[in-house]
């Protein structure tokens, strides 16, 4: 399996070390009305990966699943329930219509945090006094490349550029 975004709002790390799959799936319907947002977390072995998926501030509240591959750059989601809103984006419990998603930008990911924090300010280095201009906000998901006690390295694919940099590690939900 490719760490990267998958497009339509999906996001997937893997970390050769541990064969952990970390995912986050963010997207809104057509209008606007309804959303659809989970975290997505498993363990590579075979095509079909279990997985449990839940709101990143409720993990207790857990809807599993698996993940199929398809392809190394291709998968398809399916779960035993929707979170609440997905039905009205994407159908991932209705084994007629697939959640599918296709790698769209490889990247180094070893992992997917979400941001906890109303802003999470970009560092040049862990070592950075001063933050940049730049920043993320709760509910971002952010591909992490690294980590140092207390900070991660991560990418922010946002609508019209990637951001990079170094962000406090306090400021997304634990990650793997």
């Known amino acids: 399996m490719v760490s990267g975004d998958y497009g339509d709002g999906m996001l997937i790390g893997v970390n050769p070390a541990t064969q952990a799959v970390t995912g986050y799936y963010s997207a809104n319907n057509v209008n606007g009305q309804f959303s659809c947002i989970f975290y997505l977390r498993g363990k590579l072995g075979r095509a079909s990966v279990p997985v449990s998926t839940y709101f ?28 609440g809103g997905c039905w009205n984006v994407m159908h991932f419990a209705d084994d007629s219509i697939p959640a599918e998603f296709t790698l769209v930008a490889k990247h180094p990911w070893l992992s997917i945090a979400v941001v906890k ?12 006094v001063q933050h940049r201009r730049a920043y993320i906000v709760r509910g971002d998901g952010v591909g992490v490349r690294a980590m140092r006690p207390g900070w991660l390295q991560v990418d922010f694919p ?17 990650v793997e």
Do not use: N
């Open 117 to 128: 924090s109303d802003r999470a300010y970009f560092y040049d280095t862990p070592t950075s």
């Open 56 to 83: 990143p501030e409720t993990p207790a509240k857990q809807i599993k699943g698996k993940l199929s591959l398809e392809a190394p750059d291709k998968f398809i989601v399916r779960l035993s329930a929707e979170h």
């Open 158 to 174: 946002g609508d019209k550029k990637m951001t990079s940099g170094w962000i406090r590690q306090t400021e997304v939900y634990p």
